[in-house]
């Protein structure tokens, strides 16, 4: 549970998170602080973010800019990077890590409930993509982007189709500009994480009783949720120069989760170790 990149691994550089004043990306942002970096942080939440700007700092001594951002304005984005050019003079990296999410049978929402969601977690990556990308290749500058998605967006998953169409358009643009831009210097990958407990993500996805209906940690094989530092290690080695041949890629931190869901024989590890000795001892009669 403690960092792992050496002191000063982000000295000089700058990097912007979306939605980066609450939840994982304030944690992978204080990481980022604590190795050096500056950092950038947006949202929609002006308030939000100047609170976390003011405690990040204390608690790092590293230098924050909090500027408010709604992804799904274009012009908005290119205010952040405008901003961020003046105040700590390049932008470095960007991890894509704001989105939107609600659990409900797909039948009962309303094609703008699709909307909104598909709109913050698709169209927000990618128009933040395409302002930064741009920037940098006018600019001739290499840059880093690390997108946050989930694992099923490859699976699929039933109850929160827009997140899951969404992330698979995410896990898509990763891959694709991974080769299309490695030209000018511009890498791209992505974190899949299963769940790791934040105020956002369980009052959305585990509300009311459901929190205690269904403990997330059951469904994984090492049996305990995500501890913030383990991603926020993750995302600073990649978007560090120390992964720098790691291009297009989407790596996995779910303590097994999705794989032991998809496996078919999985659950009989419900079944005692006095039912196999049985199962031992009657084979073949
Ligand atoms: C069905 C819902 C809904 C719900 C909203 N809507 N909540 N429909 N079930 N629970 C519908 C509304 O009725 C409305 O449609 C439309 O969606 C827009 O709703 P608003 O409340 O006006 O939108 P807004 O205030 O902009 O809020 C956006 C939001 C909200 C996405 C709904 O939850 C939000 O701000 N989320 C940001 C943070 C977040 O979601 N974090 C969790 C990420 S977790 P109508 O038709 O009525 O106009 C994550 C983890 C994945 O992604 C993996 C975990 C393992
Ligand atoms: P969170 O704290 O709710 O983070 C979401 C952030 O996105 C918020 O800061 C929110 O701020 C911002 N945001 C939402 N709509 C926005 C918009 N239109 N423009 C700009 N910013 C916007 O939840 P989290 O759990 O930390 O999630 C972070 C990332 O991890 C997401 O990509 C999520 O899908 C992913 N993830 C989380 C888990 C998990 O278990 N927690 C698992 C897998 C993947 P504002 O409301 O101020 O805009």
């Not at 995410?170 to 974190?191: D, G, M, Q």
């Not at 170790?273 to 009657?282: A, F, G, R």
Request: glycine residues 10%; charged residues 25%.
């Amino acid at each position: 549970m403690e960092g792992m990149l050496k002191p000063g691994s982000f000295k000089d550089k700058t990097i912007i998170i979306t939605g980066g004043g609450t939840g994982l990306g304030r944690s992978m942002g204080k990481y980022l602080l604590e190795l050096g970096a500056n950092l950038v942080i947006t949202s929609r939440k002006k308030e939000v973010l100047d609170k976390a700007a003011a405690e990040m700092e204390q608690e790092t001594g590293g230098k924050v800019l909090a500027v408010a951002c709604d992804v799904r304005k274009y012009e908005e984005i290119q205010n952040v990077i405008k901003e961020t050019e003046t105040r700590f003079g390049k932008v470095d990296a960007v991890l894509n890590n704001a989105a939107g999410n609600f659990i409900s049978p797909t039948e009962r929402l309303s094609h703008r409930a699709f909307d909104i969601i598909v709109d913050i977690v698709l169209k927000g990556t990618y128009y933040t993509t395409l302002a930064a990308g741009k920037n940098w290749i006018a600019k001739k500058q290499p840059g880093i982007f690390l997108n946050i998605v989930t694992t099923y967006a490859w699976t699929g998953s039933g109850y929160v189709v827009p997140s899951a169409c969404a992330k698979a358009g995410v896990l898509s643009l990763t891959r694709s500009l991974a080769v299309e831009w490695a030209k000018y210097n511009i890498r791209s990958n992505a974190i899949a994480p299963g769940p790791f407990p934040t105020e956002g993500a369980w009052s959305r996805l585990l509300p009311g009783d459901l929190v205690k209906k269904f403990d997330p940690a059951q469904r994984i094989p090492l049996k305990r949720v995500g501890e913030h530092q383990e991603l926020a290690n993750l995302a600073a080695y990649l978007l560090s120069e120390y992964s720098a041949y790691i291009n297009g890629e989407v790596i996995t931190i779910d303590g097994g989760e999705w794989l032991r869901n998809g496996g078919e024989f999985s659950h009989l590890e419900m079944i005692p170790n006095e039912m196999w000795d049985m199962m031992e001892k009657t084979r073949g009669k």
